[in-house]
Nanobody, 116 residues
Framework: QVQLVESGGGLVQAGGSLRVSCQVS????????MGWYRQAPGKQRELVAD???????NYADSVKGRFTISRDNAKNTVYLQMNTLKPEDTAVYYC??????????WGQGTQVTVSS
């Protein structure tokens, strides 16, 4: 089993920055891809960014150039640095870990609210 615990969400004004973190525990050796998803009220959960164990990253078009995903394999932690935040970035942000067999594990979510 794999457990994920997010931290770092909060309230920020438009144009500001936040960093969210996700600590992974348990069978971490199974994890290949780690990522961040978000879900705004009334909308489907969407991929924000993900990163492989080797460091290759992928971003949603809406966050390219503003968000940066990084991963510290030694600490079993993945980070999402969010800059130039917009009100439309407001959502619950979920950490996701995928095993080499494509099984997904989810964190409990952390609220990010961007005020205009």
């Amino acid at each position: 089993q794999v457990q994920l615990v997010e931290s770092g969400g909060g309230l920020v004004q438009a144009g500001g920055s936040l960093r969210v973190s996700c600590q992974v525990s348990g069978a971490v050796f199974l994890i290949n891809v780690m990522g961040w998803y978000r879900q705004a009220p009334g909308k489907q959960r969407e991929l924000v960014a993900d990163i492989t164990r080797g460091g290759s990253s992928n971003y949603a078009d809406s966050v390219k150039g503003r968000f940066t995903i990084s991963r510290d394999n030694a600490k079993n932690t993945v980070y999402l640095q969010m800059n130039t935040l917009k009100p439309e970035d407001t959502a619950v942000y979920y950490c996701n870990a995928k095993t080499i067999r494509d099984r997904s594990f989810w964190g409990q979510g952390t609220q990010v609210t961007v005020s205009s």
